[in-house]
């Protein structure tokens, strides 16, 4: 991913050079405005804003949602020392970052063993369910030998497991004494079933998704899934 000396996010909607890197920078450091954690060309900024606008305004966001997650964590946690859990999820959330930035998400939140990362919020993509799908074959890539290259051994099962869905969200902080800035409604609640429903190595999406990106996935297996909390069949594919 290149690294920009403005904010992207500042500059797209406001055309307002927010310096985030290099000498400059320490001027908007000393108004407390520093580069975001969920994305390094982004700003602090626009974090709290751009969801102090979107909460006021309740206006939907065309957005692609997804979410990424350890499998095995639970049962590897309770077999592995403390330091080695620690290795495994700063490893998979380096990875994770990697390949969501460089196709111009946020990786949102970490929760646990779990990431979930937005696209074309706040810097809008035309192409963002591409985007996603991308992000997620990366992110596989980058995690397929997760567990040989923190030491672990065969006796381990670890993978990842992703689902994506698109559509519309709001976004904004919710909380009213601890505030978190995200996105909300039902496609972000699909999304997160879907994950579940994704096997070791896989990535399971939507037919929405699916539809914007056949062409590069001729086998991709079908599948009707019965998800908790949703209350008709959905139906995914797995990405081949
Ligand atoms: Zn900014």
């Given at each position: 991913?290149?690294?920009?000396?403005?904010?992207?996010?500042?500059?797209?909607?406001?055309?307002?050079?927010?310096?985030?890197?290099?000498?400059?920078?320490?001027?908007?450091?000393?108004?407390?405005?520093?580069?975001?954690?969920?994305?390094?060309?982004?700003?602090?900024?626009?974090?709290?804003?751009?969801?102090?606008?979107?909460?006021?305004?309740?206006?939907?966001?065309?957005?692609?949602?997804?979410?990424?997650d350890?499998?095995?964590?639970?049962?590897?946690?309770?077999?592995?020392?403390?330091?080695?859990?620690?290795?495994?999820?700063?490893?998979?959330?380096?990875?994770?970052?990697?390949?969501?930035?460089?196709?111009?998400?946020?990786?949102?939140?970490?929760?646990?063993?779990?990431?979930?990362?937005i696209?074309?919020?706040?810097?809008?993509?035309?192409?963002?369910?591409?985007?996603?799908?991308?992000?997620?074959?990366?992110?596989q890539?980058?995690?397929?030998?997760?567990?040989?290259?923190?030491g672990?051994?065969?006796i381990?099962?670890?993978?990842?497991?992703?689902?994506?869905?698109?559509?519309?969200?709001?976004?904004?902080?919710?909380?009213?004494?601890?505030?978190?800035?995200?996105?909300?409604?039902?496609?972000?609640?699909?999304?997160?079933?879907?994950?579940?429903?994704?096997?070791?190595?896989?990535?399971?999406?939507?037919?929405?998704?699916?539809?914007?990106?056949?062409?590069?996935?001729?086998?991709?297996?079908?599948?009707?899934?019965?998800?908790?909390?949703?209350?008709?069949?959905?139906?995914?594919?797995?990405?081949?």
């Open positions: 991913m290149k690294e920009s000396q403005i904010c992207l996010g500042c500059w797209e909607h406001m055309h307002m050079p927010t310096v985030i890197r290099g000498p400059f920078s320490f001027l908007f450091k000393s108004f407390g405005i520093k580069r975001s954690q969920m994305h390094p060309n982004l700003c602090t900024y626009c974090e709290s804003n751009f969801a102090k606008i979107m909460k006021h305004k309740q206006i939907p966001v065309s957005t692609t949602i997804l979410f990424a350890i499998r095995g964590y639970t049962d590897l946690s309770q077999q592995i020392e403390g330091a080695k859990v620690n290795e495994l999820l700063n490893s998979f959330y380096d990875r994770c970052s990697a390949a969501i930035w460089e196709e111009d998400g946020i990786v949102n939140k970490f929760i646990g063993d779990a990431v979930l990362a696209f074309n919020f706040p810097l809008i993509r035309k192409d963002h369910v591409q985007n996603a799908v991308s992000a997620a074959v990366q992110l890539k980058n995690c397929q030998h997760l567990k040989e290259e923190i672990l051994s065969d381990h099962t670890l993978g990842v497991g992703i689902g994506i869905h698109t559509g519309e969200c709001y976004m904004g902080e919710v909380g009213t004494t601890y505030k978190d800035f995200t996105a909300i409604g039902p496609v972000v609640n699909l999304t997160s079933r879907l994950q579940g429903a994704a096997g070791v190595g896989e990535i399971m999406v939507t037919e929405e998704v699916f539809n914007e990106v056949k062409e590069q996935f001729p086998d991709a297996q079908k599948k009707t899934l019965t998800l908790k909390g949703i209350n008709n069949p959905v139906t995914g594919y797995v990405l081949t």
